[in-house]
């Protein structure tokens, strides 16, 4: 049974650090500003390119385009229940497949109006969509009881419509393409069944070369950007799976956790999963040829979900850009722009307890995938009071003594890893219970 993180709150922030604890007891916590409301109340795709961010809101019948900063260009409205959207690989026309009105839209990226509607039959219903062959690629629902995938002709004068004459999907399949391997179309079941396809698509007809029965219920998926291999994103498992494109057997898996809902790869092979669940981050990120997250990315607090195919790289991977919905009705978008560092991981460790009136010992250490440089210090505050700042040892380690004055019930001590030119801050917290009592002579206010 497939388990959602549902979780109340309506604060609005973007993360742009990554920050990470280990240690126990003690919680993360983010260092991060506004993201940006969207003036649109439903979801299904965010999409990319290098000048737009798109978001497809079947709910509002539109598409919104905003530019990498999150400022609006424009709501592209009268989109009957808009959903899976496709570009080409010039960046000069938006496919958007629009299942209320059995049809696609064909939008003009310059002037972001809808230029053309392709009629693609009664019921059919279209969801999702990929470029691929030199031509445009659409799920649909092909019967009462079976999905298909069909196609347009979309550099003819009148674009034609191919169906599927032999539907053999479960649930309408997720789609994915890339230009690096130009006449291959991949497609996965999205709804409980199993099964995911690699098609030759270079004669405009679809021929299966590949098929795996070993995945199922997908989120999304994204070819990697030499079309070697596919990554997918799927709702039961807690990691991302990395399968070869020649022949769907599984390579490698990004141990990300639980539930796997949204991928998104730049043109360098940096790989963007994440997930929805009730832990501390929701997007990891890895650089080619590595299965440990260099990054990771929460991108609010208290809890607020990652959308379904909610992640979109800039094409250049300066920027990532996550949609999530904080339950208050407003979809926000997180633009997070300096992925270049990696992220900074403090563990803490400190006794449960403490005795009234005697040093407490705190002790920790700072690691990355990246190398620290010399000299590092972290700071710490107790209960919001500064302490001064404490020197980190070359093997990252540090420690520092505190005694809390008598009165307080409990030492709070939050410490900060403040960044630096590869590195993102970090910061943990952990909090000590004093225990006993002080001697009358030594109670504040008494003599």
């Given at each position: 049974m497939r388990i959602r993180r549902r979780a109340a709150g309506v604060a609005l922030v973007i993360a742009t650090a990554s920050l990470n604890l280990l240690g126990a007891p003690g919680t993360a916590a983010a260092d991060s500003q506004d993201g940006v409301v969207l003036p649109v109340r439903s979801h299904w795709q965010t999409l990319a390119d290098s000048s737009h961010v798109y978001i497809s809101a079947p709910g509002d019948d539109a598409v919104l385009a905003v530019d990498h900063d999150g400022q609006v260009v424009k709501k592209v409205a009268g989109l009957d229940g808009a959903r899976g959207m496709a570009e080409t690989a010039d960046e000069s026309t938006l496919?958007?497949?629009?299942?209320?009105?059995?049809?696609?839209?064909?939008?003009?990226?310059?002037?972001?109006?809808?230029?053309?509607r392709i009629s693609i039959g009664a019921d059919t219903e279209p969801e999702n969509l990929a470029v691929a062959g030199g031509r445009l690629f659409f799920s649909y629902q092909a019967t009462v009881f079976d999905a298909g995938i069909g196609s347009v002709a979309v550099a003819e004068a009148t674009p034609s419509v191919t169906l599927d004459d032999n539907p053999v999907w479960y649930g309408k399949p997720r789609l994915a393409s890339s230009p690096g391997a130009p006449?291959?179309?991949?497609?996965?079941?999205?709804?409980?069944?199993?099964?995911?396809?690699?098609?030759?698509?270079?004669?405009?007809?679809?021929?299966?070369?590949?098929?795996?029965?070993?995945?199922?219920?997908?989120?999304d998926l994204a070819v990697t950007p030499d079309g070697s291999s596919v990554i997918t994103a799927d709702g039961y498992d807690y990691y991302h799976q990395r399968w070869h494109l020649s022949d769907l057997t599984e390579e490698v898996r990004y141990d990300t956790g639980p539930y796997p809902n949204a991928v998104a790869i730049d043109s360098r092979g940096t790989v963007a999963a994440g997930i929805v669940s009730g832990g501390n981050w929701d997007v990891y990120v890895y650089r080619p040829g590595e299965t440990a997250a260099y990054r990771t990315v929460a991108l609010s607090w208290p809890h607020m979900d990652l959308l379904d195919r909610g992640l979109a790289w800039a094409p250049d991977g300066s920027r990532l850009f996550a949609t999530r919905f904080p339950y208050s009705g407003e979809v926000t978008l997180d633009i997070v722009s300096d992925l270049a560092k990696a992220s900074s991981t403090i563990t803490l460790s400190a006794p449960e307890t403490n005795p009234v009136g005697t040093p407490v010992t705190v002790t920790g250490k700072l690691t990355s995938m990246v190398p620290f440089p010399k000299g590092g210090k972290v700071e710490v505050t107790r209960n919001g009071l500064e302490l001064p700042d404490v020197e980190v040892r070359r093997n990252g380690t540090f420690?520092?003594?505190?005694?809390?004055?008598?009165?307080?019930?409990?030492?709070?001590?939050?410490?900060?890893?403040?960044?630096?030119?590869?590195?993102?801050?970090?910061?943990?917290t952990t909090s000590v219970e004093l225990v006993g009592s002080p001697s009358p002579e030594r109670r504040p206010g008494l003599s």
């Open positions: 496919y958007v497949a629009l299942p209320d009105a059995d049809a696609i839209a064909v939008i003009d990226v310059a002037t972001l109006t809808e230029t053309q006449d291959r179309l991949v497609a996965a079941d999205s709804q409980g069944a199993a099964g995911m396809r690699v098609y030759d698509v270079g004669s405009g007809t679809l021929r299966e070369i590949a098929y795996s029965d070993a995945i199922g219920d997908v989120e420690s520092f003594r505190d005694t809390p004055p008598d009165w307080n019930m409990y030492a709070d001590y939050t410490v900060t890893y403040a960044g630096d030119a590869q590195h993102v801050s970090g910061t943990a």
